[in-house]
């Protein structure tokens, strides 16, 4: 007698960042099917972000015949399914049960080139299920078919942070910058898991946690002379590409602004002044 033990993806999580996947201004969502894969080729969302159970959903994992399973750009959840109905867990899997990732930055410089405000004293909760304490406006998890970035109306209220904290344990909450959380029955059905009759739902559930890249104002200043401009509107930020810079993008011209030519700046220098966010490149 022999038998199979079969997996199927629960889930999938996309990890998307438009810094590293846009090519100067031209933006990871409008390319091609191949130009998308060019730019996806050596990219890692591990290499700015850690994504990883939490020690309560880990054991959850293992006792419901769950596999966390990282990619270069996505996440998925594999679940191992009935021998005798593919459609069905292996496992009895309460349709109340709730995974929660947490999320941390590796990277010191993502708030630079990360289209967000500053987070150390806030929690980001991306989740199929709103929690009590957040109003009716709360933004759920997006679709992978969704054009929706994760911004700052992703962080939740000091009252739901704590409650959300508190179901962490201590070494967790450690340099915690967010949470995915992920529960078999959603608020909305379009965002569950499982089906209501704890089957697995096809096509598989897939998500979306997209960054913007940062947009700022380029400030050109010349060393050993009082030449400085500034451009008139925000240019993005990118690790790939050029973005061209013209004498004409520049709120004042002084006579030399022809002799110059105009880098792109490094995500290093960022100055916040009132308002208004600078990236400075010295020439």
Known sequence: ????????????????????????????????????????????????????????????????????????????????????????????????????????????LFENYTAITATSQQLFYISNAKPVDEPVSFKYIPLASEAVFIADDYKVTEVSKAKILASFEANEKTGIFGVVSLKMQADNSNLNLLSPLQEIIIPTPTFKIHFDNRKTFWKYIKTNSSFEVETTVEKPLTQNGFVEITPADFTTSPPEVNDFQYPNPSVNSIQKIATKVYSQIFI
């Open 1 to 108: 007698m022999s038998f199979t033990i079969t997996y199927k993806t629960l889930c999938e999580i996309t990890v998307l960042h438009s810094y590293f996947l846009n090519n100067g201004t031209d933006e990871f969502s409008s390319m091609t099917d191949a130009q998308k894969a060019k730019m996806l080729k050596n990219y890692k969302y591990k290499n700015y972000l850690e994504i990883i159970p939490s020690q309560a959903t880990a054991k959850l994992l293992k006792n419901n015949h769950l596999v966390f399973i990282p990619l270069p750009n996505s996440i998925k959840i594999g679940v191992k399914v009935d021998p005798n109905n593919e459609n069905a867990t292996f496992a009895n899997i309460a349709l109340d049960t709730t995974l929660d990732f947490i999320i941390r930055i590796k990277d010191y």
